[in-house]
């Protein structure tokens, strides 16, 4: 169908009954105007849209088309410079795509189809100037892809085609595509032709000695089809080393390949391939590049040579800069390690990752203030440069360190002390200094550092906090710990017993009537307190004491202790009774005695009181009644519980049996 080719003024909507139409060829080409809505009523039946819109410069119109029936495509958008719609076609059926979108300078759209019959896509964007997209085709069949992205100067995504194995001509397929530089990962097996393939594609510099020329270089004696393969492109020193290899070797391993290729290779560079190139050139190879393998990095420079001590591990130490031949190919690496001829003394202290000084570990002024390491940059050639370096340390003022472990624990009544020690790193003298809200029974010697003072009644099962700082002048530390003071293990009070105070009877001096000796008043104001009688062996029948107490505003009872070894001719005892006293208790502690009644009198001003107490040893035990006993004191109690418990268990038993049996024998009856 060519309906309106070069209709150069055509610029209508057009409403067309379309659904017994096989072909649309050249429909619009040459339509330099027309740039109108279409809709055709149904295009399922349409086989071939060869050049619908070529040239037809000013259509820029959405297409909604039933394309599942078309097999041609061929240049369907060929210099539609201003087309710039999506696409989403059927391509299931497709098998031409040649030139579909050469010279569409405008469009630039996701690619998306369906290719499984795919198999020419020869020019398919060149000169499309603006696309820039992925491209994902499936497909077993194509044969032809040559200039595919020839002069796609903004192209530089990924080519992805499931299969490339049958292709013959890869030849310009990205020739003056000056933006790519994208991996190839092509089945080149089947390949005749890869002339011009990569030329002039100025950014592209990839490893591609992974694609097999075999084929290629021997169709050489009919087509040379390595020339100009990748002249002027991007390809860097060793990428055009590997190319050469591969050239070589399969030369080298096929005898049968001895056509005098001319790959050109124009503007490129080699060097570590300079063996293989010579080969080739032996064998009557053409080649326009040129061998440069550089010199040395020409210097190294540390953007710094200083670190603080006390760092982290593997802290950077600076960035290694290694300045190159100013002629060397723009691109060149160099490469930094601590791999010198002769290596610097403290080249293990550090590492070097990209082109980078780490310090392993911390670095301490005091032990160590400098290191000296070498460095050695080596360009991708080989060419090399060791150069020495001096890191120093700076010193950093460090802290103080106590060196002392503190005394936590104090004893009520008894001397603490603790002496705190502390050193500088940098030997500076230190000032000590106690905090104001450390205990009042604490003091501190700020010349000697003891920590000293004598914990009171008071201060008895408390935690104090104390704190102490300590400077060098520059840096303060605070040491700060814990004091518990403990009790004295005594009861608290008079001889033992709160209220009362001690009185220390008269010693025996042998006699018969005993000692008279005078007591030690009751502390003022106590309340209650106690006798303790303590008798040894005597021979003697009746010995009687007599104790005399004064009592000083006391209204409480003191407590006496008579404590006499055992004696031939005396015997010790003790009683009060003070019938001012709120409370009074007796205990009485005997050993052998033969007396039966000991007696003594209390006096107190002009009051007296005598109290007959029976003789130690003589008192019986008082009974306690079955309320008043303990757990452990009523264990006959709890066997009898348990017999009784068995009894009763035992008798449940032998009565349950009795009633089975009794049962059993009826039935037998019945």
Known sequence: MVCFRAAESFNQPLNFDTQNVTDMDAMFEWAESFNSPINFSDTSKVSSMRQMFTSATSFNQPLNFDTQNVESMHMMFGSATSFNQPVNFNTSNVRDMYSMFGGATSFNQPINFNTP????????????????????????????????????????????????????????????????????????????????????????????????FSVALKRGQYDDGMGDFASNSGLSIKNYDKILKNWHDAVKNDPSITFHHKP???????????????????????????????IAPQDINLSSNTIDENTPPNTKVA?????????????????????????????????????????????????????????????????????????????????????????????????????????????????????????????????????SGTPSQADAGKTFQVSFTISDGTNTIEHKYNITVRGNGNNQGGNNNQGGGNNQGGGNNGGHNGNQGGGNSGSAGGRGGSNVVNNYTHYHTHITNQNTRNSSNGSGGGSVTDSNPARSDSNNGSNVNDSNSDSSSN???????????????SHRGNNSSNCQCPVAGSS????????????????????????????????????????ENEFKEKRVGF
């Open 117 to 212: 019959k795919l198999y020419n896509v020869a020019n398919m964007f060149a000169g499309a100037t603006s696309f820039n997209q992925p491209i994902n085709f499936n497909t077993s069949s194509l044969q032809y892809i040559a200039e595919m992205f020839k002069n796609a100067t903004s192209f530089n995504s990924p080519v992805n085609i499931s299969d490339t194995s049958r292709v013959n001509y890869f030849s310009s397929m990205f020739e003056g595509a000056t933006s790519f530089n994208q991996p190839i990962n092509f089945n080149t097996s089947n390949a005749t032709n890869f002339g011009n393939m990569f030329k002039n594609a100025t950014s592209f510099n990839q490893d591609i000695s992974n694609l097999d």
């Open 264 to 294: 050109s290779s124009a503007g490129l560079k080699y060097c570590a391939a300079t063996a293989e190139h010579d080969f080739l050139v032996g064998l009557g190879w053409t080649f326009n590049d040129t061998r440069d393998c550089g």
């Open 319 to 451: 960035d290694i800069a290694m300045p190159s031949d100013p002629n060397d190919t723009p691109g060149d690496i160099n490469t930094a390690s601590l791999t010198c001829a002769t290596p610097g003394a403290d080249d293990n202290a550090f590492t070097i990752t990209n082109n980078k000084l780490y310090l392993k570990n911390p670095a301490d002024y005091e032990a160590k203030n400098s290191y000296s390491i070498c460095i050695r940059a080596t360009d991708e050639y080989g060419n090399f440069l060791d150069k020495n370096f001096t890191i120093n340390i700076n010193n950093n003022n460090e802290l103080p360190v106590v060196t002392s472990t503190p005394i936590t624990t104090a004893t009520q009544g008894s001397p603490y002390s603790y002496t705190i020690t502390a050193s500088d790193p940098e030997n500076a003298p230190l000032t000590f200094t106690a905090s104001p809200s450390n205990p009042s029974w604490l003091h501190f010697n700020p010349s000697t550092h003891v920590v």
């Open 587 to 601: 205990k009485d502690s005997n050993k052998s005695l033969t007396d039966k009644t000991i007696s003594s009198s």
């Open 620 to 659: 019986k035990k008082e009974k306690k009644s079955f309320f008043d006993m303990t757990i452990g004191e009523l264990w006959w109690f709890w066997i009898l519980i348990i017999l009784i418990l068995i009894g009763i268990i035992a008798y449940l038993v032998l009565r349950n049996r009795d009633r």
